[in-house]
């Protein structure tokens, strides 16, 4: 088993084959997430607000919540943004969402041709990791970033997964990294490590400082949680639902 | 003053304003240095292969040598492949070079609009990181990477020349960093340090470990010797020389 981390969503990849996890953890995999557990039947990642528009026109009035952001901020005509606070059980509950983000949709819809793709964040860690480990095929973990750049938060969240793995397989066959995973592991070791855990380390990366200069401070604690929402979600067919729906009271 | 670091050269830039040092460890800056302190007189890097034949049938014969690589060898119908070690005083004395590799002179070419763009490499890194500390200008050290992906040894030369910047601004202003600046550091600091120098970290790497496969063990020897080819040399007007031409005997 391999596993390989991917920094940005602007190159093309070959994912036949492949168990893939999208990372966009500041903040569309955690919002999708929280989206599902709060009760909400299907996540449909777009990459186009057209698309988005489009879609709400062809199904019944109050059928399709519409969801996500430019530059951090609600797309005007939308119904939510991209804070996972917003997708609570009473906006979402039993109804379908269409997401569409700067970078974590585009990732997604970019993984055409993989044998599974399902979704990582902090909330679901260590439930994503065990599912890996139990995977006989080979990972990429797919961070998201920002606007063809490397976001730290994807890749330390990319590290964890990794040191997850690596002390499930400890006693059996130790999967091999690539230069990408290496570097995830190192970073996730000395840079959330150093300060006692993800929050402080995602409110230090770029985005994360970003998004606290215009409001979102209460996202970066909420997104640092570890294991807050233990489920695996999947991506098939174009849309994301959870593997077991078990849905939060 | 901010430094960046960008990890491989498929997303496009903007530049304007910036002092901009290419690094691609293996091989392609190691070996343009190489060859203007063997006597080049300058080095011309294209993109395609096409371009380079196009050049040379253009220029009087044996005016001009034609260097490059795909997958690491020799192209077809050219003179010298990407090895450093080829580029000897015998070879390109007193002549010119236009030089076609996969990864490292796209990024170059990529450059445009740049204030000014230098030839980083372990080959003259305190030269560089000395040169950087001085301009008033923001940097970005543009990793080429490999075919789109990040490659750890641009990384850590990349790493190693923020190290040195900052230990000579210890007292004075101390440059912010951008992620992939942290990341640069912090790998820097734990791959390569951990096996007491750049030599054996960078046969640790893919690419490293793909050289060696093809036989190209002295390559990586001789590319992770620091400060071997103390030159600036300077990427202007399409064409690369250095800083103030100082030849070997």
Chains 1, 2 share one sequence.
Do not use: W
């Amino acid at each position: 088993m391999k596993i390989d981390v991917i920094l940005n969503n602007r190159t093309e990849y070959d994912f036949s084959g492949k168990t893939v996890v999208v990372i966009d953890v500041l903040r569309a995999t955690s919002t999708i997430l929280t989206a599902l557990v709060n009760g909400c039947l299907e996540v449909i990642p777009v990459c186009g607000v057209e698309e988005a528009l489009t879609l709400r026109k062809t199904t019944a009035k109050g059928e399709l919540i519409l969801g996500g952001e430019r530059k951090g901020k609600t797309i005007p005509g939308f119904d939510l943004g991209n804070s996972p606070l917003e997708y609570t059980k009473e906006k979402v509950g039993g109804r379908r969402v269409v997401l569409c983000t700067t970078n974590g949709t585009q990732a997604l819809v970019q993984t055409a041709g993989a044998e599974e793709v399902l979704i990582g964040s902090f909330l679901n860690i260590t439930k994503v990791a065990s599912y890996l480990k139990e995977t006989a095929r080979d990972i990429t973990l797919f961070c998201a970033g920002r606007e063809g750049r490397m976001s730290l938060e994807d890749l330390l969240c990319a590290g964890k997964i990794i040191k997850k793995i690596l002390f499930m397989a400890k006693n059996g066959t130790v999967p091999e990294l690539t230069d990408s995973g290496r570097l995830a592991m190192i970073a996730y070791k000395h840079l959330v490590n150093k300060v006692k855990g993800p929050v402080i380390a995602i409110a230090q990366t770029e985005h994360g400082q970003y998004l606290s200069s215009i409001g979102y401070n209460e996202d970066l604690r909420y997104c640092g949680q570890v294991d807050f929402l233990p489920q695996l979600a999947i991506y098939q067919n174009e849309r994301i639902m959870l593997d077991k729906p078990c849905y939060r009271n």
